[in-house]
């Protein structure tokens, strides 16, 4: 496959940018330090604290980070309130950071603003009428270690590493979405800190338009610090990480495909999948593995039979409580922050078909490629995830989001495509065969009837444009309206440095 020669390209800037050593800030940003120093002194750390690259560098991806002109850690909402008044008095760009496990450039860092990192928010509290209000700086794995004590559990990241607020707002995939819908289905209030330092408890009733946006809508309206989410009791679970030898690769393809028609395990409501397709062209090496779960301490579900009865390399699956599989299962590689990593996404209609078209489209075109031969520690993967019509009655019934899907649709699967490599000499070569790649099955899917017009946000790449396909377009006019409602002077569209914005 022959790449484009992309002329001053959006990942080249930013990887210059990441290389480059900033020795000089805008004034606005450098008063809004000082003044955000002055206000807090152990909160903010310039370049010359001790702490400022701890705080600062930890992002999951190393495409994504930059230095900023100093970080602020706010504690509380207030301590966000008063921060947005400084930022907005001098006019500074300003970026907010959860867990920072967006893997693309621009996502949760600036590189002259302030970064307002939201790790320090992080509580989580049992209410008297057994919702959970939980920090949005917090991990999964915390939550979870957390509310076990109490033997709850609640509809949020599948990866214990992943954050709290970024999960939220972009919808959220969740082992217990056949149940409940989107993570963000089960969010009863949001504490926001709106431009101009108010801070606003949102709900259905209190402001059902905001309620309505921030399910899916990111940090386009505010800041928001902690998210109240309905608890359910906590089971035991069985599942695990399975890798497959490559022989078994065809093996575990159709075992995908089989999952995903209506007498397969999709139709389980306590099941999911999460498997991974991985490809090295470098040395030609194929090889399938999955998370498997199912809620419950069924050690054998049928659910997951065609997974189990596949001779495995490795596995770890087992019944164990919901947190321990959530710590255990993951791979070093998924749980690295030391090497760059990318996202692209598509989605298509629910059945074997779609299954095949994508391997049969993808693995041809990553291992044609003599220029990803040559991309140092370059493994590119595919991951379906399949979305059963139970996730989307649930999210109809628990009152709609922005993504708005239509249960007529029916079921569909989200595919990601996600690479991983060394060195920022090599970004625009892997985010040119992912853009090439990605249409590529789009156009193939669409000549088959298989697409499914839809991309979800939090596996997005920026260049895509998640917000035009929620509820079939009708949702973005909407969301734009709420915005402008609540952010009149359009703070969060000028001054945040962000990578999806409504406008």
């Avoid at 000549?447 to 920026?462: Q, S, T």
Wanted: some cysteine; hydrophobic content about 40%.
């Amino acid at each position: 496959m022959a790449f484009p020669n992309i002329v001053a390209s959006w990942y080249t800037t930013f990887s210059l940018m990441l290389l480059a050593t900033a020795t000089s800030f805008s004034p606005a940003a450098t008063r809004a330090c000082s003044a955000l120093k002055h206000s807090f002194p152990t909160k903010t750390f310039s370049p010359k604290d001790d702490d400022y690259t701890l705080a600062y560098n930890h992002s999951w991806s190393k495409t994504c980070v930059l230095p900023p002109t100093c970080v602020f850690e706010p504690t509380t909402a207030q301590d966000v309130s008063t921060a947005l008044k400084i930022v907005e008095k001098f006019a500074a760009h300003f970026a907010v950071r959860s867990g920072g496990h967006m893997p693309v450039p621009g996502a949760a860092s600036i590189q002259d603003g302030v970064l307002i990192s939201l790790s320090k928010i992080d509580q989580v509290d049992l209410n008297p009428d057994g919702t959970a209000t939980i920090g949005t700086g917090l991990r999964w794995f915390e939550v979870y270690e957390e509310l076990s004590k109490q033997g709850l559990a609640v509809a949020g990241g599948r990866f214990g590493d992943v954050g709290v607020g970024g999960l939220l707002l972009g919808g959220g995939v969740s082992h217990f979405g056949p149940q409940y819908g989107w993570s963000a289905n089960c969010v009863t209030r949001y504490e926001i800190v709106l431009a101009g330092g108010r801070v606003l408890d949102v709900t259905k009733e209190s402001s059902p338009d905001l309620f309505w946006a921030l399910k899916g809508g990111l940090n386009n309206y505010g800041i928001v610090t902690r998210f109240t989410l309905k608890t359910f009791p906590l089971t035991d679970v069985y599942g695990g990480a399975v890798i497959y030898d490559p022989s078994r690769f065809d093996d575990f393809v159709k075992a995908v495909a089989f999952y995903s028609t209506p007498e397969g395990g999709m139709s389980d409501s306590l099941s999911a999948i999460e498997p991974v397709m991985a490809f090295v062209p470098s040395s030609g090496l194929i090889q399938g593995g999955t998370f498997l779960f199912h809620q419950g301490s069924d050690a054998a579900p049928s659910s997951l039979a065609n997974f189990t009865a596949i001779p495995a390399n490795q596995s770890d699956a087992s019944v164990r409580s919901y947190p321990s599989f959530v710590n255990d299962t993951l791979t070093p590689e998924f749980n690295s922050y030391a090497s760059r990593q990318l996202y692209f996404t598509v989605s298509l209609k629910a059945c074997p078909q779609s299954v095949f078209l994508v391997n049969n489209t993808f693995a041809p075109m990553a291992f044609s490629s003599a220029l990803l031969k040559k991309v140092s520690g370059f493994t590119t993967t595919i991951n379906h995830q399949p979305m059963p019509l139970s996730w989307i009655e649930a999210a109809q019934a628990a009152g709609g989001d922005t993504l708005d899907l239509d249960p007529a649709a029916g079921p569909f699967i989200i595919v990601g495509i996600s690479s991983f490599w060394d060195n920022a000499e090599d970004d625009d070569a892997v985010f040119s065969f992912h853009k090439v790649a990605t249409k590529a099955i789009v156009t193939a899917a669409e000549k088959e009837g298989l697409n499914y017009p839809f991309l979800y946000v939090n596996d997005a790449d920026p260049v895509q444009k998640p917000f035009q396909f929620y509820g079939k377009g009708k949702s973005l006019p909407k969301m734009r309206t709420i915005a402008k409602k609540y952010d009149p002077a359009g703070v969060f569209h000028t001054l945040q440095h962000g990578i999806w914005s409504l406008f």
